[in-house]
């Protein structure tokens, strides 16, 4: 195959909502099943690049498949290479802002070129980026939401019995007591040899986050504070993180590499832990990766395990990969998990190909 002679014919969007195996209870509201955008890009050689978005909600699938779509017509018979697709989609989207769910379709264009391209060369993405193909050590984020210490207490035990050496907690009731009685509760069942940490998930105002860090503090055993208050109060954040001795870690909801260039150059956190389909794919991931590196910031990763294991195989400053396990029904090959490690999908690109049978049961 003629690389240069490789175009991109079309676009394609799938929705399905899965069942989560563990419903997620956080301070925004609580998460029964996962809608997905399965996205798969064609080529004039035969290629199909493959990737999903999470829409957070059903409602919000409709519009960013539109999005997608216009931006499938608007590549269709341009040269696969991913570059000079992204240069061309952010111009075209300047206008409207490459924000919001503009940037998650982008991404996740971005995202199937990605695979594409890695098919087409016969090699992993991690290779195209330099890199090669690593277990990524992982903690397991699948539920322990907002729910009774006892109950919080068996599902901390079942993640760690999943193969996991570290797990995450949310956080965010009303009274800082309840929060304290749940860590309790789920560091007496892990035990301290298993890492924990925990996520506000924005629920908090500037001084309660400290208040209540500084109960954390006294608890101690906890690996950071993840998205104390409003995820773009990067001065918030920053106070935060000066008054409170537990590491700040926030980065899920920066839009875009620029964003997270103002978290760090604010001293917004001590950790940061970018999400691919807000954070401009691969390629924006790349950009981020490379202003962790200069700012001496360790990076994490936040859902989408699959293509993380491989963006964090060549990050820097490579910290924790966030195991979800919310798309592995509608996957043909899942990332496996082995001692706390996460190794994504095998073969070229990204390694992603979809189980049909489960898509269509999915299907919305």
């Not at 995202?111 to 195209?128: H, K, M, T």
């Not at 570290?166 to 304290?180: M, N, S």
Request: net charge neutral; glycine share 10%.
């Amino acid at each position: 195959m003629k690389l240069a002679q490789t175009r991109v014919r079309g676009l394609i969007a799938r929705a399905v909502g899965v069942p989560l195996r563990r419903p997620l209870a956080t301070s925004n509201g609580t998460i029964a099943a996962a809608p997905l955008l399965l996205l798969d890009l064609a080529t004039d050689e035969g290629i199909t690049g493959r990737a999903y978005l999470f829409a957070i909600q059903p409602a919000h699938l409709a519009p960013i498949a539109k999005l997608v779509e216009a931006m499938g017509e608007a590549i269709a018979g341009d040269a696969l290479a991913p570059f000079e697709i992204e240069r061309k989609l952010r111009a075209r989207y300047a206008l409207l802002g490459v924000h919001n769910i503009v940037l998650f379709a982008m991404s996740g264009v971005d995202l199937c070129a990605w695979d594409a391209l890695g098919q087409a060369l016969g090699e992993p993405f991690a290779r195209l980026a330099g890199g090669a193909p690593r277990p990524v050590r992982a903690y397991n984020s699948n539920g322990l939401g907002l729910m009774p210490p006892r109950a919080l207490a068996r599902e901390a035990e079942a993640l760690v019995n999943d193969g996991f050496s570290a797990v995450k907690l949310r956080l965010g009731r009303p009274r800082a007591e309840d929060d304290l009685a749940a860590l309790r509760a789920v560091k007496k069942a892990i035990g301290p040899e298993v890492g924990l940490m925990v996520d506000f998930n924005q629920a908090l105002t500037v001084a309660e986050a400290i208040r209540r860090g500084r109960m954390i503090d006294d608890e101690g055993g906890v690996a950071w504070i993840e998205e104390p208050v409003r995820a773009d109060d990067f001065a918030g954040c920053a106070k935060v993180a000066r008054e409170v001795a537990t590491p700040i870690q926030i980065g899920e909801n920066f839009m875009g590499p620029e964003q997270m260039a103002q978290a760090l150059a604010a001293g917004a956190a001590d950790y940061v832990m970018p999400d691919v389909q807000r954070i401009g794919g691969a390629t924006g991931w790349m950009r981020a990766a490379a202003l962790a590196q200069a700012a001496g910031v360790e990076m994490s990763s936040h859902l989408f395990p699959e293509a993380s294991a491989q963006l964090l195989a060549v990050t820097p400053t490579c910290h924790w990969l966030e195991y979800m396990d919310w798309a592995e029904p509608v996957l043909a090959e899942p990332a496996t998990v082995k001692n706390s490690r996460v190794l994504g999908p095998s073969g070229p690109g990204f390694g992603m190909r979809w189980n049909e049978k489960a898509v269509r049961k999915y299907a919305l």
